[in-house]
């Protein structure tokens, strides 16, 4: 299973982003997926993640700003970013949890290879 994340890219204070990241390879079935981001010198925190059926959550400094969505037939998720601050500057990982035998509940989590947001003027 590979997960490709793309989108990132250098924008300025008050723009927006979409990133996506889609997998591929051996998938019986997708539960949650989600995005976390790591800072220089700082430890990789959630930014927002969604489940299955829909539900959401968001990390409380993104909250109102970013929003999580997918595509469950696609297998792929997006993060739409909009009034970007500075420290929202980051590498931007997606992760999923994955089934990849058919009828089996056992999900393993998949990484991305991360993709770079800069919220700079």
């Known amino acids: 299973v590979q997960l490709q994340a793309s989108g990132g890219g250098l924008v300025q204070p008050g723009g927006s982003l979409r990133l996506s990241c889609s997998a591929s390879?051996?998938?019986?079935?997708?539960?949650?997926m989600g995005w976390y981001r790591q800072a220089p010198g700082k430890q990789r925190e959630l930014v927002a993640r969604i489940i299955r059926g829909g539900s959401t959550n968001y990390a409380d400094s993104v909250q109102g700003r970013f929003t999580i969505s997918r595509d469950i037939s696609e297998n792929t998720v997006y993060l739409h970013m909009s009034s970007l601050k500075p420290e929202d500057t980051a590498v931007y990982y997606c992760n999923a949890d994955i089934s990849t035998k058919y009828g089996s509940n056992y999900y393993q989590s998949f990484w991305g290879q991360g993709t770079q947001v800069t919220v700079s003027s």
């Open positions: 390879g051996s998938i019986f079935s997708t539960n949650a």
